[in-house]
């Protein structure tokens, strides 16, 4: 499988407010890169996304503003590109608000959300929050609600449902966006 997990934190409740995002890049059934970085979203920090994930606008005061991050990463995001998230109704509409908050055309790309695979494949856990589902599968989530974190056991997620249920019952997961 050839993927990529993709994981945002937000400032606040405004979807536009991505101040951290995350890319776990799957080459051939394996994790083979990663990308991080703290975003200056211009907007407010609420205290109560900064008592979630951690970063604080102090944090955030030197960091690119997301015009400069989707020049590194928009190569990621394409019709021939599978784009995972766990809750990607979250990821995407994080990604299609910030692109169109910037005047950002949003692109079309493939989509798959492991929570929706995990309720249909793995049924019977308590929940299917990530970590919940992290926990079932003994996967290593280290710093859950660190974007990096959150996209690696994303994409292990993932993997481990190819290796143990085929590919092909993966497929109908798979929508387009855009």
């Given at each position: 499988?050839?993927?990529i997990?993709?994981?945002?934190?937000?400032?606040?409740?405004?979807?536009?407010?991505?101040?951290?995002?995350?890319?776990?890049?799957?080459?051939?059934?394996?994790?083979?890169?990663?990308?991080?970085?703290?975003?200056?979203?211009?907007?407010?920090?609420?205290?109560?996304?900064?008592?979630i994930?951690?970063?604080?606008?102090?944090?955030?005061?030197?960091?690119?503003?997301?015009?400069?991050?989707?020049?590194?990463?928009?190569?990621?995001?394409?019709?021939?590109?599978?784009?995972?998230?766990?809750?990607?109704?979250?990821?995407?509409?994080?990604?299609?608000?910030?692109?169109?908050?910037?005047?950002?055309?949003?692109?079309?790309?493939?989509?798959?959300?492991?929570?929706?695979?995990?309720?249909?494949?793995l049924?019977?856990?308590?929940n299917?929050?990530?970590?919940?589902?992290?926990?079932?599968?003994?996967?290593?989530?280290?710093?859950?609600?660190?974007?990096?974190?959150?996209?690696?056991?994303?994409?292990?997620?993932?993997?481990?449902?190819?290796?143990?249920?085929?590919?092909?019952?993966?497929?109908?997961?798979?929508?387009?966006?855009?």
């Amino acid at each position: 499988m050839n993927f990529i997990a993709m994981d945002f934190e937000t400032a606040s409740g405004k979807r536009y407010s991505a101040c951290s995002l995350a890319l776990t890049i799957v080459r051939n059934n394996q994790i083979a890169d990663e990308f991080y970085t703290l975003i200056n979203p211009q907007t407010p920090f609420f205290w109560r996304n900064v008592q979630i994930h951690g970063i604080h606008e102090r944090d955030v005061a030197n960091a690119p503003t997301f015009p400069e991050v989707w020049e590194h990463i928009k190569g990621f995001y394409t019709p021939d590109k599978l784009v995972i998230a766990h809750n990607n109704r979250f990821d995407n509409g994080v990604l299609k608000s910030t692109l169109e908050h910037y005047g950002i055309e949003p692109p079309a790309y493939q989509t798959l959300d492991t929570v929706v695979s995990s309720r249909r494949l793995l049924p019977g856990l308590s929940n299917y929050k990530l970590n919940t589902v992290c926990a079932a599968l003994n996967i290593d989530l280290h710093h859950h609600h660190n974007a990096l974190d959150d996209a690696q056991a994303c994409a292990n997620i993932l993997l481990y449902q190819g290796q143990h249920f085929g590919s092909q019952r993966l497929r109908p997961f798979i929508k387009m966006v855009g």
